[in-house]
């Protein structure tokens, strides 16, 4: 049931895919308040990556921390333990400098447990706070399947949508923006929304006009990126249609790739926003798991493989520093095997991680020229390997 205004003494709005999705609680936040939601105090919470070391405040609650304005994000790879922009932090300090809609808090939520230990989390937080709003801006949640190959993160999204249906935690989804960070096209996200129990109203200018301001004070100088930016971008466009020119990136160290398509955008869908039911929500990602490796068997194995958070990622499992050396498929083979082999060769001269897992058909198409070099085995449908 979508609950469209009402009173609650606490809610915790939940950016549910990493990136600027935290910073688009307070669009969320703006648009409920318009609605008529009405609450004592409010907080924004964000996922924080499982790939990288983040420096929190810990709490009672399993998998929840808290995001200080000091709080710091680090590369875990062995030999580039550096650190990096972390947006959550600039959202932090702007929730204890401004008056945001009653924010009073900014949390960060594990992924490290899969969606069993976000299931944990919501339950404990329901305990807390009143009604959670899950925030997404893009449309990956609603990711489909094959169709929708060129979909950026799918990962983060559908692993807080399984933890959060499987909480039985009361709360709903708020989506905007369909298209802006290069995820589903317009026809693609309103066949998607259709499945689902939803109400669709319309975003206010002045509303928009306030996300902005905080938005090039706040987040602008730290990190810029195209997804709030371009949300507001198709809102006040006077074209109903939009063409950008997007771009899917890997890395590795200093080194990146880039592979760019077209996204189009609807500027009508851009200015309404979305209140779904998490529960009526399809997708096919949205699997139930107890770590990252376990989801990435589970969808991008065991389904089919599609640009995703985790490719070319480290992440530490039961003490081991792994690497998802598995480039994308949105980039031609040429760039696949170059990145392979800047990984492999990086790994042999550094050891930046422990060991490196990779798609059989890419590892089989190597072996007869690094095989010897490598201890392999083979399990859940991936290559284990590691320098001898």
Known sequence: ????????NRVLFVGIGGGNDIFSCVLAAASLKRLGWEWNECAFAGVVSPFHRITMRSTPMPGVSIITPESERFLIRHDMPRKIPFISASVS????????????????LSLKRGSVGLAESFRALAKVWDRIVLVDIGGDVFYRGPEDMHVLSPMFDSMVLRGFVDSGAPGLLFEAGPGTDGELEPDA??????????????LHADDVDAVEALYKQWIEPVRPGRTVSMTIKAF???????????????????????????QHLDADLNRRFYLVD????????????????EWFIRTQVRQHATNCEAHLQYFRHNGV???FLTPSPFFPEEKRKEMIDTALGQQLSCRMC???????DDWDALQMVT????????QDGLVAISPK
């Open 189 to 202: 996200f309103m066949e998607a929304v259709s499945s689902t129990d939803h109400t669709i109203r319309l």
């Open 354 to 360: 422990d060991c490196q897992l990779m798609f059989p």
């Open 93 to 108: 300090q702007m929730v204890k400098d401004e008056d945001v809609y009653g924010a009073v808090q900014t949390y960060g």
């Open 236 to 262: 006040r466009s006077s074209e109903r249609e939009l063409v950008e020119r997007y771009r899917a990136r890997a890395k590795l160290g200093v080194e990146r790739w880039y592979e760019y398509f077209n």
């Open 278 to 293: 998490p529960a009526t929500i399809r997708n096919p990602f949205a699997v139930r798991c107890a770590n990252p490796l």
């Open 1 to 8: 049931m979508i609950v469209e205004k009402g009173e609650f």
């Open 371 to 378: 095989g010897p070099l490598f201890c392999v085995s083979r």
């Open 321 to 323: 520093l792994y690497q």
